[in-house]
């Protein structure tokens, strides 16, 4: 199932690599978010951004925002710079 970010957590590099603290994350809609976030911030000593933004949101994916792609996902740095570049274009952002 993909995370708020959009990735599904099998095909995560963070995940892969032994990086993420969790056993795979969830949607910002899944009542077991606030959970996951605060187990991440916890083993990471910073928050997901993109997880804590997408619960305030009250979105499940980042894409399903109006505000996709934004500032958050330039900080987190799980897109390139380049894709997300792309997608403001596509979305006719500026």
């Known amino acids: 199932m ?3 970010c959009g990735l599904a957590c099998e095909v995560c590099g963070l ?6 603290p969790m056993d795979g994350c ?8 606030p959970e ?7 083993a990471m000593g910073q928050p997901c951004l993109i ?3 997408a619960i305030k949101n009250k ?10 792609p934004c ?5 987190q740095e799980i897109y390139s710079k380049k894709l997300l570049d ?3 274009g596509i979305v006719g952002k500026k």
């Open 86 to 88: 792309i997608i403001k």
């Open 26 to 33: 969830v949607p910002g809609t899944d009542p077991k978010a």
């Open 71 to 75: 500032e958050v996902h330039y900080k």
């Open 36 to 42: 996951k976030a605060e187990k991440f911030k916890a």
């Open 51 to 53: 997880l804590e933004c």
């Open 59 to 68: 979105v499940d994916h980042c894409s399903r925002c109006g505000e996709f």
């Open 15 to 20: 995940r892969e690599k032994g990086f993420c």
């Open 2 to 4: 993909p995370s708020a």
